[in-house]
């Protein structure tokens, strides 16, 4: 038995969905916790996980692929993805995080959607890590978001209120 944290107990295991609206402030704010997560993709020897850095817009996340790399081909030859992000655990109590699943969106430069998407991605902040200069503007290349269909959301915390540790949001409601 956890003495500090009862509500941790295995037999503690509600079902209870979290209310969606609350449930999307929650993947949002997992979201903005780090800018590091793991895109997989489906490679032609199987399965690639890749960390990365995103950033994201409410729940749609964008991420810059270095061109000609074996994820970036792997999303040309087929775009279902799978990116996963989370808190860094320190215990049962406080895990976070959120796996999305969706189709990859390769946007191409210069279009509205890849504008839009590098005013969201802090690329400044990567190029001046990476000693690129700032003066020739944005790297040019493909950007890539994820708007997902389906987010698995868990926080074993939830489960102090109630509510089911592993929360599924899905697009269409």
Known sequence: MSAAHPWLEPANWPKT????????ERIERV????????????????????????????LSVYIFPQPNSPKLKAMQRDPRVSFAV???????????????FGQAKLLEVGTPEWQRGMEV????????????SLANGPPQGLLMRLDPDRVVYTEHFLRRHGYAPRQIWRRDG
């Open 121 to 132: 991605f802090k690329w400044p902040a990567s190029s001046f890590e990476v000693g690129r």
């Open 31 to 58: 979201l903005t916790m780090t800018n590091i997560g793991v895109l997989s993709t489906i490679g032609k020897d199987g399965p690639i996980g890749s960390p990365v850095e995103f950033y994201a817009d409410v």
């Open 17 to 24: 969905p979290y209310p969606r609206e609350l449930l999307e």
């Open 86 to 100: 989370m808190n860094p655990m320190a215990g049962w109590a406080c895990t976070m995080g959120a796996q999305l």
